[in-house]
T-cell receptor, first 117, second 114 residues
């Protein structure tokens, strides 16, 4: 089944304790992206990756890191989490650059609910 | 910076009525616009994708139009059903400066009453 998976789905942690949220897709998509969703603010893009080893900042990258060493994986790293990073996080993927002027439908993972105490 | 607005923020209609959801954006130089549905506590489900060169897309009871020059898209849902109750989000993709960037509207929360 074609899908985007995220782990963990729920995480409660404490301020300053490094964590990684994994994202994996099995559709051979070039493009992957991370978003956070907060009440009243909607979804905001954190980072995106056009392809392996190519990443760029979205609108709210502060406090986050990403890496894209393999096509299928795009982990989100919080080196020193703070309470203002408590949020619902979504990973998404799409065909990407090759489909730039044609279809570029984004498919989303189920979300990771993160609480930082 | 691209700003995406969805009006109304919430909408309640009786079953059978047609739904009209609006999405507006400030920078018309976009590559595509995508409509999603989100159920409470769940992820996003893609409904329709409109490329910048297209005027509309249809899927079943859903029809989405795009007017780039005026910075607007409209999602029509015909003959609404209680199962259509959800939050509907639009996202605009890419600009001439940054193809990979996407901005979302805050969503329209829809309730269809039996």
């Amino acid at each position: 089944e074609a899908q985007v998976t995220q782990n963990p789905r729920y995480l409660i942690t404490v301020t300053g304790k490094k964590l990684t949220v994994t994202c994996s897709q099995n559709m051979n998509h070039e493009y992957m992206s991370w978003y956070r969703q907060d009440p009243g603010l909607g979804l905001r893009q954190i980072y995106y990756s056009m392809n392996v080893e190519v990443t760029d900042k979205g609108d709210v990258p502060e406090g986050y890191k990403v890496s894209r060493k393999e096509k299928r994986n795009f982990p989100l790293i919080l080196e020193s989490p703070s309470p203002n990073q408590t949020s619902l996080y979504f990973c998404a993927s799409s065909l990407g650059a090759l489909a730039r002027f044609s279809y570029n439908e984004q498919f989303f993972g189920p979300g990771t609910r993160l609480t930082v105490l | 910076k691209q700003e995406v607005t969805q009006i109304p923020a919430a909408l309640s209609v009786p079953e059978g009525e047609n739904l009209v959801l609006n999405c507006s954006f400030t920078d018309s130089a976009i590559y595509n616009l995508q409509w999603f549905r989100q159920d409470p506590g769940k992820g996003l489900t893609s409904l329709l994708l409109i490329q910048s060169s297209q005027r509309e897309q249809t899927s079943g009871r859903l029809n989405a139009s795009l007017d780039k020059s005026s910075g607007r898209s409209t999602l029509y849902i015909a003959a609404s059903q209680p199962g259509d109750s959800a939050t509907y989000l639009c996202a605009v993709g890419g600009t001439t400066d940054s193809w990979g960037k996407f901005q979302f509207g805050a969503g329209t929360q829809v309730v269809v009453t039996p």
